[in-house]
């Protein structure tokens, strides 16, 4: 099935939702499409405290208001995952699982992926990764291994800190997240941080995961049911590779528009990713209105 639009979001993320909302507001026609659920990777966070209209509250519950203010504004989502997109030279072609869009601007906001190192696919099952928010926080009396010292690896620790024991892995003896992540990490009696400790290997065992690590000359082995990486993330834009050639002409048009954590580097944050969208909606009636 081909439907025509004039603009197609991919991913409801918060870079989506403002994107979204800006369009709905200018009545510049537009589909949204994710693959999973709103929200994004917002729903992961534990406690989002910069946000600064509003208390600190889980992700998921800001993704849920996110969820109802798209609501309120008509706004559906489809439930579809953009896989290959093509340019004619007038519009994309952008197939997902379930339909073909034919769209005159497209806006990439599709976030991250986890950098998941190769020594940690042995992990198998034992990987939570990709596992959905609703799954970790289920968890319970369990012992989980977060390798990273970010941000993410502290506030997963948060999170999973309620109900199970967390020890952090980090290699290097500084770590990277905000300090008071770091103290809050401190004061738990379930959270146990281990600096200068290198993870070499990960082997799946019948109950769980052995994980063997060495500081220094000495040699650590971890009995832990599963592990988390936080080791960093890269750009999703797969679906963006028949485009690749042209896409630094696309963008310099203001025809394609990667916008939040899929654009932003390092400088991963929700009101970043927001403004962005947002940002990208104007452009693009802008763009029309010429
Ligand atoms: C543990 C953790 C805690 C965090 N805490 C905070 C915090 O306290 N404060 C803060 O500001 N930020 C926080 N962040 C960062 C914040 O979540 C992100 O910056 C923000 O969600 C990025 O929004 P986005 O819309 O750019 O991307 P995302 O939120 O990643 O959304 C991308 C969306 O695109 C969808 N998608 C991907 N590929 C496709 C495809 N091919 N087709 C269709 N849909 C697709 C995905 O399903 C997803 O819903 C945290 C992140 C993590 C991991």
């Known amino acids: 099935m081909q439907v025509e639009t004039d603009v197609l979001i991919a991913g409801a ?6 994107a979204a909302l800006s369009l709905k507001k200018f009545g510049i026609p537009f ?10 990777l917002l729903r992961h966070a534990n406690l989002v405290e910069n ?35 093509r340019f004619n030279g007038d ?9 073909v869009f034919s769209t005159r ?23 939570l990764n990709e596992k959905m928010p609703e799954v970790l926080v289920r968890l319970k009396g369990k012992k989980i291994a977060i390798v990273g010292a970010g941000d993410a690896a502290f506030d997963y ?63 650590f082995v971890f009995e832990v049911d599963y ?3 936080a ?15 042209v896409m630094p002409r696309l963008k310099s048009s203001r025809r394609l528009f990667i916008v939040g954590d899929a654009r932003n580097g390092i400088f991963r944050q929700m009101l970043i990713s927001m403004a962005d969208g947002m940002k990208a909606a104007m452009e693009i009636k802008r763009r029309i209105e010429k």
């Open 105 to 127: 601007f497209l806006i990439a906001a599709t976030g991250t992926k986890p950098r998941i190192p190769l020594i940690f696919r042995s992990a198998g099952n034992r990987l």
């Open 227 to 229: 592990l988390l990486c």
């Open 31 to 40: 589909i949204v499409i994710d693959g999973e659920k709103i929200g994004g």
């Open 157 to 219: 620790a948060g999170s999973l800190s309620r109900r199970n024991k967390v020890f952090i892995f980090n290699r290097s003896s500084r770590y990277k997240c905000a300090s008071f992540l770091f103290d809050r990490a401190g004061r738990s009696a379930n959270v146990k941080y281990f600096a200068n400790i290198q993870v070499q290997r990960t082997e799946e065992t019948a109950g769980g995961l052995r994980i063997r690590c060495r500081n220094n000359e000495r040699v």
């Open 51 to 85: 946000f600064p209209f509003l208390p600190a509250q889980s992700g998921m519950k800001v993704a849920m208001q996110l969820a109802e203010i798209l609501r309120k504004n008509k706004i559906k989502v489809l439930k579809e995952k953009a896989e290959f997109v």
């Open 231 to 245: 080791t960093g993330r890269k750009a999703e834009l797969s679906f963006l590779d028949g485009v690749r050639d």
């Open 91 to 99: 519009f994309f072609q952008v197939g997902t699982n379930k339909s």
């Open 13 to 18: 993320g918060p870079a989506g939702i403002c």
